[in-house]
């Protein structure tokens, strides 16, 4: 809509746009009373998806939890980790481990270039240095294209698909493969060439069908890695690897020592605080969730602070709006009945939990229950000592309070949460949700169209002010005229 140029008062000298501004005023009010209808629904569509997003984090935290490694987590140590260190598996027992002695760590199969005496570099038939441009071909008659090669990884002679073309550089490519099973390296200043498997133990290989091939880098053809060689509990044992798990508990070899030397002990038990401190943080979003909920449902409303219209900001401080939105946006959620069910859903869900263990039947025996001060609105305090007791001593009990999938208290709060969130997001919808998809939007929606058919009638009606004005101005400033005519007409009489 474009607004016409307007010239008032010339004629009359009253004041028209203060008098056009305060008609205005008053024929704005259903409008300004729309506009703070949809600021409240705004700011409540705000109020209901911040108790949504805390529902949804409390719903990950519960859905994280149920996790058996959150309750059977373990701590390993080691008494001397420089030469043997340890990690223990959730499922891993109370163990208990001694190493006396580790007579071998577990090696790959590795060759290298040993030149002989007097020779520095490695050379080809004709006596030239090899680099890796230089053609297989040349290595002293070499064939590359029946040239195979066996690691660990093929277990059989492999051929490499080289060709007469193929150089030194092809062949590392090829051995650098990531199904070769081996990684090797040339070194550009003298020749060398030393080949590594990737795996350790007597089964890793390292084989050449030519040593044609071998015999010009001086390397050994055909050799094999080694075991790692020790003892635990008086038992002698061999493995292929240095990492070694034995009842779900990890263990690595770092270095050898004989019997001689003082024994490493290895000892798992429970995480005892690593637990604590999971069951914590899911008690500690519990309590944030219900002191927020709390907080909305019986949030005091003051009906006489509506939004502010943008003629009242433009006349107080920020601070003094701020102060005043305040309380306009206290009380929108309160006596909300999908609040008060979801809040009564989730207090009930920590006193019904009754599980059949062997142990405790029942959160408030582990030191979780909820506390004697009324007002506290439900939240759950902790024992510490109760719980880390409880955690210490019957970690199955614990465990299956929280996550028996029947009437466990992770598995209702998982259900709970998920049916308050469907109920609120039917009416305030999700972060970044479409307005036509819930109620609330669909409101807003209407709001708006009414606004905009409001101000197009509001323009309509200042503009049919403007005009009656300008055509009183019109017939003064004729008056006028007329009365300036007669003036001089009856003193020119004279």
Do not use: C, H
């Not at 008062?9 to 009010?29: F, N």
Request: zero cysteines; hydrophobic letters at 35%.
């Amino acid at each position: 809509m474009t607004t016409p140029i307007r010239f008032g008062g010339l004629a009359s000298g009253i004041d028209t746009d203060s008098i056009i501004k305060q008609l205005m005023t008053v024929e704005r009010i259903p409008v300004d009373r729309l506009e703070q209808k949809k600021q409240l629904t705004t700011w409540k569509v705000d109020a209901f998806r911040e108790v949504n997003r805390s529902l949804l984090a409390l719903r990950n935290n519960a859905v994280d939890l149920t996790l058996s490694k959150n309750f059977y987590a373990r701590i390993a140590t080691s008494s001397d980790e420089s030469r043997v260190s340890v990690s223990a598996t959730p499922s891993a027992g109370n163990t208990s481990i001694q190493i006396t002695e580790v007579t071998a760590l577990a090696k790959s199969a590795s060759t290298y270039s040993v030149m002989p005496n007097g020779v520095t570099e490695v050379v080809d038939q004709n006596n030239v240095k090899v680099t890796k441009d230089t053609k297989l071909v040349d290595l002293n008659g070499v064939s590359p294209s029946t040239l195979s090669f066996k690691s660990s990884e093929s277990g059989t002679l492999v051929s490499l698909n080289l060709t007469d073309t193929s150089t030194v550089g092809d062949l590392l490519n090829k051995l650098n493969a990531k199904d070769s099973g081996v990684s090797a390296f040339f070194d550009d200043a003298t020749g060398k060439l030393s080949i590594t498997s990737r795996q350790t133990g007597t089964d890793a290989t390292i084989e050449f069908n030519d040593t044609t091939i071998t015999d010009a880098f001086y390397l050994t053809n055909g050799v094999n890695g080694s075991n790692a060689e020790f003892t635990v509990n008086g038992m002698a044992i061999s493995r292929a690897s240095n990492t070694v798990t034995i009842d779900n508990v990890t263990l690595t070899l770092n270095q050898t020592f004989n019997a001689s030397s003082s024994p490493v002990s290895l000892n798992t038990k429970p995480d005892t605080q690593a637990v604590f401190d999971k069951i914590k943080s899911f008690v500690d979003k519990y309590n944030e969730t219900i002191e927020l909920m709390s907080n909305k449902y019986s949030e005091r409303q003051y009906r006489d602070f509506p939004p502010l219209t943008t003629e009242q900001k433009e006349e107080l401080s920020e601070e003094e709006i701020k102060k005043w939105e305040e309380k306009a946006m206290s009380g929108l959620l309160r006596s909300d009945s999908k609040l008060r069910s979801g809040l009564d859903s989730l207090r009930s869900a920590w006193s019904s939990t009754d599980v059949t263990t062997s142990g405790p039947n029942q959160l408030y025996q582990i030191g979780l229950s909820t506390g004697k001060d009324f007002r506290a609105g439900g939240k759950i305090e902790i024992d510490e000592v109760k719980l880390k007791e409880a955690i210490e001593t019957d970690p199955e009990s614990v465990y299956k309070l929280f996550s028996d999938s029947t009437n466990g208290l992770l598995t209702k709060v998982r259900d709970i949460t998920r049916d308050v969130r469907t109920g609120i997001t039917r009416e305030a919808g999700a972060d970044g949700g479409v307005s036509n998809s819930f109620s609330l939007g669909r409101e807003l929606v209407t709001i708006d169209k009414r606004i905009d058919s409001l101000n197009r009638q509001l323009f309509d009606k200042e503009n049919a002010y403007y005009r009656r004005f300008t055509a009183m101005e019109k017939a003064m400033n004729q008056a006028n005229s007329q009365a300036g005519y007669l003036q001089q007409y009856l003193g020119g009489g004279m």
